[in-house]
């Protein structure tokens, strides 16, 4: 997908300069229009990716310290965590990351909860802080 979306984005970028290259005040104005669709794409793909890299470096780093928790949830058959199962497990996260608020390993623990417990955006809110923490003890 991220391979289409680029290609989509050098398409409409091209398309962009075509239309201000005609000199038509019209094509222009469309032209410039376009060209930020293409800009706002191109950054959102590179923090998706960016997001994507470091989270999985994490998540690589924990797994060979054997810091990851372990996955015991009950599973639906879709492959999803049964959620109350998360949720009951959810406390003790949470309780690790205001024990030690700063320490990015709670934090993409808490990352990981939350997405078991079907709650993407914090999901990734936690482990944009644990991305943060980790690079500052860099």
Partial sequence: MAVLLAVYIV????RAVQFIATGEPVAVALGIALIVLP???A???TRELLFGIRSSRLGDT???EGSLPADELPRRASGRPVRE??????????AAV???PEDWRAWFRLGLA???SGDRRRARAAIRQ????????R
């Fill in 11 to 14: 398409l409409l970028g091209w």
């Fill in 39 to 41: 800009l706002i794409g």
């Fill in 43 to 45: 950054w959102a793909l």
């Fill in 62 to 64: 924990m797994a060979d």
């Fill in 85 to 94: 199962a998360a949720d009951a497990e959810f406390p003790a996260y949470r």
């Fill in 98 to 100: 205001e024990e030690a």
């Fill in 114 to 116: 939350y997405d078991a």
């Fill in 130 to 137: 644990a991305i943060a923490f980790e690079r500052s003890q």
